[in-house]
Structures are given as structure tokens and as C-alpha cells.
């Protein structure tokens, strides 16, 4: 049976990588539980080595009980997966670069020795227990032949799957499709991708690695990440359930919540302009859209809002008809006629009001109604 495609969620781990974000370790469990709650099938929990604290915080989450695998970042070092064993984790990420000038400028191995090494690690590691995904770093500006040959051997030693990653984010959908489909010919359907967002192609780059076979993909809320980050695990989420028959029940409602959770930990506020967690994502303005999605939503909404965990929010302005008028003053339980509807509108434009809240149209509708309020008369001074 083909395998579901699935998300491995790092923003524990890529995510904490931002420039400027450091998660509380109490954030740390209350992201995990959420993930987990999503339904993210892997959780990469961060990179023990690093530090004492990121140590403890990955076996903290790996003693969570989840129903996610709980992934360690490692090092193609035998202490890096000594430290994720002492965290109690189900698999670990080993990475180690195959590309010409790492190896020759970093590294200094050839490929036999860097063969030799990603083999011995990977041996260790599951002689130890642990599943084991193996990433040659910068993939995809790596000699084919060799990220091929480099591959099969850690397979070879007992790697359970291969991880692309477009380390820089340089690809385009078409080459990521292309490059993944070649390796899984090569090792199997044991394919996974991770792509960064540096030409803003992340999430399409990841789509495009499930269509050349990746079976798991990388993603991190809210798009955090090094640079311009990784694809945004809302986004990748919502187009692969509705653009694919093998995505699991992911759900997707609780995306809001898990996106505000990680704005607030990471002190990065959601972009109102994000696509299904962004404040905008919903919201509907001038006024032929307006119009036209109250007859049929499917005019100008792709994603049924309610699916997200969203609703739909119609803005009064100045671009605005008399449908989104007469719709936000039912919304409050008004029911203004149509000469109310319109007095109100022409105020809004007159006075070139944006973004009317509930409040402010309540009182033009007062205004329309009772007539302009009289100013407040001066106080008398004492004599």
C-alpha cells in the first residue's frame, strides 16, 4: 500500500533557528501537544548537542507519550547521537554535506571517507534502537551521481529514509519534482524534502517534491526558519488535503490556535497577510467581491473558511457596497432599510473611514437614524 504523505514538523527545532526566537521551555511542551493534536506524524524536537537546555527539552517532549514520532537533529557524530539516545527519542536526523566544496573546504574528506563516515554513523544509531533519516545537506547543488552513491550506502547501513534538502532555497517546483522523482528511482520510496522559502517557493517546492514521490515533507508554523525560513506548515497542510487523496485527517481547524500559539512564543506575530492563518486570509472588501461571495462563496473563495477554522469577515470602507453594509449591520442585529444602508455608506466614504468596526458602524447607523449629535455646550466659567 502507497504510504500517506506526512508532514514532519520542525518548528521546535528549523524554528528555533530564527534570528531573534528562543522558545520557553514551557512553550516548547505546549507546541508539541498542539502539533501533536494537528496531527503532525513527526515532531523534530530540536538538536541535543547543542545545548543543555535544548537536551532537556527534547526529552521533555519525547516523554510526552504523543502519537507523533519524535525526531533529534544530529550531527554525523557518534556523541551528537549519544545525546539524542539519552533523550529517549524515536528517530534521529543525521546530516552531513556531500557537496564538492564542503567536502573539500569544511570537511576535507573525499567520498570514500564521507561514505565511511555517514555509514558508521548510521550503523551506530540503529544498532542503538533509533529509526534514521540520513540528509545530505544541500542536496540539491550536490554532484547527483554522488548524493546516489552516498545514499544507497547509508541505506545500505540501515537508514530508514532519505531527506532532500534545497538548503538555500534555490529550486523551482519543476526541478524539486524532477530531482526527487530521479532519487526515489534510485532508493525507493523512502523520499523525503526539505525546502526553504529564500525565493518565497517553499511551500510550492514542497508540493512539488510529494508529486516526484517524497512520502514526508518539512514544514515549520508560521514559516519560521533560517533566512526566509521553510514552508509554512498551515499553508503546505490545507493545499495538500485539498489537492491530494493520501493526506491524512490533519486537523486543520485547530491551524489558527497553533499559529498564534507560535506567534506568541517566538514574539513573531502572525502576517496579517499569511495565507489561512493571517488576519486578511478571510476578509473580503470591494464591493462587487462582497456582493458576489454573499450570492456564492466559491466566486472568490478556494478554501471553505470553516475547514481552516476561520470565518469569513466582510470589511466596511470606502471601496464598500451596500451589500457588506446591510450584511456587518445584520451581523450586529440592526435592520436598517435600504435609504439606512446607503446614508450609512455615503458617511463612510465621505469621511473616507477604513476598516468600520462593529462599534463605529453601530453609532453612523445611530447617526443616519437620530440625525448628527449635538456638541456638547461649553462650561460656563465662574465669575
Given at each position: 500500500?502507497?504510504?500517506?504523505?506526512?508532514?514532519?514538523?520542525?518548528?521546535?527545532?528549523?524554528?528555533?533557528?530564527?534570528?531573534?526566537?528562543?522558545?520557553?521551555?514551557?512553550?516548547?511542551?505546549?507546541?508539541?501537544?498542539?502539533?501533536?493534536?494537528?496531527?503532525?506524524?513527526?515532531?523534530?524536537?530540536?538538536?541535543?548537542?547543542?545545548?543543555?537546555?535544548?537536551?532537556?527539552?527534547?526529552?521533555?517532549?519525547?516523554?510526552?507519550?504523543?502519537?507523533?514520532?519524535?525526531?533529534?537533529?544530529?550531527?554525523?557524530?557518534?556523541?551528537?547521537?549519544?545525546?539524542?539516545?539519552?533523550?529517549?527519542?524515536?528517530?534521529?536526523?543525521?546530516?552531513?554535506?556531500?557537496?564538492?566544496?564542503?567536502?573539500?573546504?569544511?570537511?576535507?574528506?573525499?567520498?570514500?571517507?564521507?561514505?565511511?563516515?555517514?555509514?558508521?554513523?548510521?550503523?551506530?544509531?540503529?544498532?542503538?534502537?533509533?529509526?534514521?533519516?540520513?540528509?545530505?545537506?544541500?542536496?540539491?547543488?550536490?554532484?547527483?551521481g554522488r548524493?546516489?552513491?552516498?545514499?544507497?550506502?547509508?541505506?545500505?547501513?540501515?537508514?530508514?529514509?532519505?531527506?532532500?534538502?534545497?538548503t538555500t532555497?534555490?529550486?523551482?517546483?519543476?526541478?524539486?519534482?524532477?530531482?526527487?522523482?530521479?532519487?526515489?528511482?534510485?532508493?525507493?520510496?523512502?523520499?523525503?524534502?526539505?525546502?526553504?522559502?529564500?525565493?518565497?517557493?517553499?511551500?510550492?517546492?514542497?508540493?512539488?517534491?510529494?508529486?516526484?514521490?517524497?512520502?514526508?515533507?518539512?514544514?515549520?508554523?508560521?514559516?519560521?526558519?533560517?533566512?526566509?525560513?521553510?514552508?509554512?506548515?498551515?499553508?503546505?497542510?490545507?493545499?495538500?488535503?485539498?489537492?491530494?487523496?493520501d493526506a491524512?485527517?490533519?486537523?486543520?481547524?485547530?491551524?489558527?490556535?497553533?499559529?498564534?500559539?507560535?506567534?506568541?512564543?517566538?514574539?513573531?506575530?502572525?502576517?496579517?497577510?499569511?495565507?489561512?492563518?493571517?488576519?486578511?486570509?478571510?476578509?473580503?472588501?470591494?464591493?462587487?467581491?462582497?456582493?458576489?461571495?454573499?450570492?456564492?462563496?466559491?466566486?472568490?473563495?478556494?478554501?471553505?473558511?470553516?475547514?481552516?477554522?476561520?470565518?469569513?469577515?466582510?470589511?466596511?470602507?470606502?471601496?464598500?457596497?451596500?451589500?457588506?453594509?446591510?450584511?456587518?449591520?445584520?451581523?450586529?442585529?440592526?435592520?436598517?432599510?435600504?435609504?439606512?444602508?446607503?446614508?450609512?455608506?455615503?458617511?463612510?466614504?465621505?469621511?473616507?473611514?477604513?476598516?468600520?468596526?462593529?462599534?463605529?458602524?453601530?453609532?453612523?447607523?445611530?447617526?443616519?437614524?437620530?440625525?448628527?449629535?449635538?456638541?456638547?455646550?461649553?462650561?460656563?466659567?465662574?465669575?
Amino acid at each position: 500500500m502507497p504510504m500517506a504523505v506526512q508532514i514532519l514538523d520542525s518548528t521546535l527545532r528549523e524554528g528555533e533557528q530564527t534570528r531573534g526566537v528562543v522558545f520557553r521551555p514551557e512553550d516548547k511542551l505546549a507546541i508539541a501537544r498542539q502539533l501533536d493534536a494537528f496531527g503532525a506524524g513527526y515532531i523534530e524536537a530540536g538538536h541535543p548537542a547543542v545545548s543543555r537546555r535544548v537536551a532537556e527539552s527534547v526529552r521533555a517532549i519525547a516523554h510526552l507519550g504523543l502519537e507523533a514520532d519524535v525526531v533529534a537533529h544530529a550531527r554525523a557524530m557518534r556523541a551528537d547521537i549519544d545525546a539524542a539516545l539519552a533523550c529517549d527519542v524515536d528517530w534521529v536526523g543525521i546530516f552531513f554535506s556531500v557537496a564538492d566544496k564542503r567536502l573539500e573546504q569544511q570537511f576535507r574528506k573525499n567520498e570514500e571517507q564521507a561514505i565511511a563516515l555517514v555509514t558508521d554513523v548510521v550503523a551506530y544509531a540503529k544498532d542503538h534502537g533509533l529509526q534514521v533519516r540520513y540528509t545530505p545537506e544541500d542536496t540539491v547543488r550536490s554532484d547527483f551521481g554522488r548524493v546516489v552513491r552516498v545514499a544507497r550506502a547509508a541505506v545500505e547501513a540501515g537508514a530508514d529514509r532519505i531527506s532532500v534538502a534545497d538548503t538555500t532555497g534555490v529550486m523551482v517546483p519543476w526541478r524539486m519534482r524532477d530531482f526527487v522523482a530521479a532519487l526515489t528511482l534510485e532508493v525507493g520510496p523512502r523520499v523525503h524534502a526539505h525546502c526553504h522559502n529564500d525565493l518565497g517557493l517553499g511551500v510550492a517546492n514542497a508540493l512539488a517534491a510529494v508529486e516526484g514521490g517524497a512520502i514526508v515533507v518539512d514544514a515549520c508554523v508560521n514559516g519560521l526558519g533560517e533566512r526566509a525560513g521553510i514552508a509554512d506548515t498551515a499553508t503546505l497542510a490545507t493545499a495538500l488535503t485539498l489537492t491530494r487523496s493520501d493526506a491524512p485527517p490533519w486537523d486543520l481547524a485547530s491551524l489558527p490556535g497553533l499559529a498564534e500559539l507560535v506567534g506568541r512564543a517566538s514574539s513573531i506575530p502572525v502576517p496579517h497577510l499569511a495565507p489561512i492563518t493571517g488576519r486578511n486570509a478571510f476578509s473580503h472588501n470591494a464591493g462587487l467581491h462582497v456582493a458576489a461571495v454573499l450570492q456564492d462563496p466559491r466566486h472568490y473563495e478556494s478554501i471553505p473558511a470553516a475547514l481552516v477554522g476561520r470565518e469569513r469577515y466582510i470589511v466596511v470602507d470606502a471601496f464598500s457596497g451596500k451589500d457588506a453594509v446591510r450584511h456587518r449591520l445584520e451581523q450586529i442585529g440592526a435592520r436598517p432599510s435600504l435609504e439606512e444602508v446607503e446614508r450609512v455608506l455615503g458617511l463612510v466614504k465621505e469621511r473616507g473611514l477604513n476598516d468600520v468596526a462593529d462599534g463605529d458602524l453601530a453609532l453612523l447607523l445611530l447617526e443616519v437614524q437620530r440625525g448628527p449629535l449635538a456638541p456638547l455646550a461649553a462650561p460656563e466659567v465662574a465669575r
